[in-house]
């Protein structure tokens, strides 16, 4: 089963930027979608961004700040953030699913935290 890691996370201030990245253990191909979710303290997991294909698509308050992107090999995608902000802050996860077998897969996630 394909393994997915996530890099990145750390301590920045409101305003500041962040690249995530998510490494495969093979190639993401394998994958009808990839996905970033955020984990906030007390909520539920929520979608941030989602790759298919070379279709994106982002949740509202992300739009225009963050950006999803594959890498330049097969194995790597990315979710640059920039003009973060205090709600932004949370434990950020890489996702893979695919659709013809209906499997998804989660990385162990990378904690961002945005400070003032």
């Known amino acids: 089963q394909v393994q997915l890691v996530e890099s990145g996370g750390g301590l920045v201030q409101a305003g500041g930027s962040l690249r995530l990245t998510c490494t495969a253990s093979?190639?993401?191909?394998?994958?009808?979608?990839m996905s970033w979710y955020r984990q906030a303290p007390g909520t539920k997991r929520e979608m941030v961004a989602v790759?298919?294909?070379?279709?994106?698509n982002y949740r509202d308050d992300v739009k225009g700040r963050f950006t999803i992107l594959r890498g330049n090999d097969k194995n790597t995608i990315f979710l640059q953030m920039t003009d973060l902000k205090l709600e932004d802050t949370g434990v950020y996860y890489c996702?893979?699913?695919?659709?013809?077998?209906?499997?998804?897969?989660w990385g162990q996630g990378t904690r961002v935290t945005v400070s003032l």
């Open positions: 790759l298919t294909g070379v279709y994106t």
């Open positions: 093979e190639s993401i191909s394998a994958f009808t979608h």
């Open positions: 996702g893979g699913y695919n659709e013809d077998e209906d499997l998804g897969v």
